[in-house]
């Protein structure tokens, strides 16, 4: 089964609009690996507008499934997750004033800069994942890097998943097939939600793990955190 990692970004965006520590990140954290979740992601950024340093060291005792840190890998950011070693991070080229990540690594010419923060998070043992368009030619150069993984940005999926779902879906497939020539594991995020979810996870081999939070706790303002992760994981789920 492709596991389920809970992107809570969104979580402390409400909870900064208003100060304090409602509605609690770690409170929502335990919960929702509660509710069945596999992982918590965080996407730390420079201006702490939604998870803070704070809350990067906070969460690190009390996720007890997987704790997957995303970010644009400057010098800070390295360090923080050094010292944090959490089980996977992810590196995305986002930058400092981005609303959300909206591109993945050029993998060719980032290969030196990759390699060498890669090399630094391996020698701890943090499993690393690199953000990446769906692009088979960026594949043999990402595998390079020595990254453990892709993570398949789906923005451009979901954008057109109700317009034409095979075609929408037939460029991630074929990156998903190279990646796996090159021993590279599957993660997908960004823009996937209860619609569009499980076509996509029917349809790309070797997906190991999806990172959803935008969708996933909008749709818990209706239906309740409990029940909006279970639709998830029966969307995920191989019968």
């Given at each position: 089964m492709t596991k389920l990692s809970v992107n809570i970004n969104k979580i402390a965006t409400l909870r900064n609009a208003r100060g304090g520590e409602t509605p609690s990140v770690t409170e929502a954290a335990i919960k929702i690996q509660e509710f069945g979740a596999?992982?918590?992601?965080?996407?730390p950024r420079p201006d702490e507008r939604h998870i803070t340093r704070k809350d990067v060291y906070n969460l690190k005792p009390l996720v007890t499934t997987e704790y997957n840190i995303e970010?644009?890998?400057?010098?800070?950011f390295i360090d923080m997750v050094l010292q944090v070693k959490p089980e996977q991070v992810t590196l995305v080229p986002d930058a400092d004033d981005a609303i959300t990540s909206n591109a993945g690594w050029d993998t060719k010419k980032h290969?030196?800069?990759l390699k060498e923060i890669i090399a630094e998070f391996k020698n701890v043992g943090i499993r690393t994942s690199i953000f990446l368009d769906p692009n088979p030619e960026l594949v043999e150069s990402a595998a390079q890097t020595g990254a453990d993984r892709i993570e398949l940005y789906t923005e451009a999926y979901a954008k057109n998943y109700t317009v034409n779902k095979e075609e929408a879906i037939k460029p991630y497939y074929e990156t998903a097939v190279k990646a796996a020539e090159f021993g590279l594991g599957i993660n997908a995020g960004h823009?996937?939600?209860l619609e569009n979810l499980k076509y996509f996870a029917d349809n790309i081999p070797n997906l190991l793990e999806v990172s959803i939070g935008h969708a996933l706790v909008s749709e818990a303002l209706y239906m309740g955190m409990e029940n909006t992760v279970q639709s998830y994981l029966k969307r995920l789920a191989k019968w």
């Amino acid at each position: 089964m492709t596991k389920l990692s809970v992107n809570i970004n969104k979580i402390a965006t409400l909870r900064n609009a208003r100060g304090g520590e409602t509605p609690s990140v770690t409170e929502a954290a335990i919960k929702i690996q509660e509710f069945g979740a596999h992982g918590i992601t965080i996407h730390p950024r420079p201006d702490e507008r939604h998870i803070t340093r704070k809350d990067v060291y906070n969460l690190k005792p009390l996720v007890t499934t997987e704790y997957n840190i995303e970010g644009n890998p400057h010098r800070e950011f390295i360090d923080m997750v050094l010292q944090v070693k959490p089980e996977q991070v992810t590196l995305v080229p986002d930058a400092d004033d981005a609303i959300t990540s909206n591109a993945g690594w050029d993998t060719k010419k980032h290969l030196d800069f990759l390699k060498e923060i890669i090399a630094e998070f391996k020698n701890v043992g943090i499993r690393t994942s690199i953000f990446l368009d769906p692009n088979p030619e960026l594949v043999e150069s990402a595998a390079q890097t020595g990254a453990d993984r892709i993570e398949l940005y789906t923005e451009a999926y979901a954008k057109n998943y109700t317009v034409n779902k095979e075609e929408a879906i037939k460029p991630y497939y074929e990156t998903a097939v190279k990646a796996a020539e090159f021993g590279l594991g599957i993660n997908a995020g960004h823009d996937l939600s209860l619609e569009n979810l499980k076509y996509f996870a029917d349809n790309i081999p070797n997906l190991l793990e999806v990172s959803i939070g935008h969708a996933l706790v909008s749709e818990a303002l209706y239906m309740g955190m409990e029940n909006t992760v279970q639709s998830y994981l029966k969307r995920l789920a191989k019968w």
